[in-house]
């Protein structure tokens, strides 16, 4: 008769009710696992990644948002919200002055150029001018100085025409009164 050593031949009850003997078939119960399987520790991690995954689709719609609006403010033209025109130093009863006229220009804030021209009664049309508007400048100043001279009175009209972004048009009455002795 031969004899193995080392080996047992007894049976192993295996779960589901089978019985398992013979080479290779371990003697003890199975070994418990290496890590832990408590179903606390499973439900926690899939919670954290529900969290995770929640924050960072928020963020990327925040940033999508951001970068839209940034986009959309860099690409809209700008635009002219209204004109006025003043005289900012008048003659008074002064002889052979300047006049400062001024027209203020408010715009929608983007960036862009303003062409225009000033247009005196009894005058040619001046030369077209045009004017950097950078962004985020919401208010524009574009200058005329006229010069008058001699002695008499004289009521004339300034008039800025803006050409460019849009055809706009705004005057202020300018007076002249020199009474030399």
Request: charged letters at 15%; hydrophobic letters at 40%.
């Amino acid at each position: 008769s031969s004899r193995t050593v080392g080996v047992s031949t007894a049976p192993v009850a295996a779960a589901g009710g089978e019985t398992r003997f013979g080479p290779g078939v371990p003697v003890g119960p199975p070994a418990a696992p290496a890590w832990p399987q408590s179903g606390a520790g499973v439900r926690s991690r899939s919670v954290w990644r529900r969290v995770v995954s929640v924050l960072s689709t928020l963020l990327t719609v925040v940033l999508l948002v951001a970068v839209g609006l940034f986009l959309w403010q860099r690409l809209s033209p700008l635009e002219i919200e209204g004109v006025t025109v003043a005289v900012v130093e008048p003659a008074g009863t002064r002889c052979d002055v300047t006049v400062e006229v001024a027209a203020t220009v408010r715009t929608n804030g983007n960036a862009g150029t303003i062409r225009y021209q000033w247009l005196r009664s009894g005058s040619p049309p001046g030369a077209l001018v045009s004017e950097r508007v950078g962004r985020g400048q919401r208010s524009v100043s574009l200058p005329l100085k006229w010069s008058f001279t001699g002695v008499g009175t004289a009521r004339e009209t300034a008039t800025v025409n803006i050409v460019e972004p849009s055809v706009t048009q705004a005057g202020t009455e300018v007076r002249y009164a020199c009474r030399r002795r």
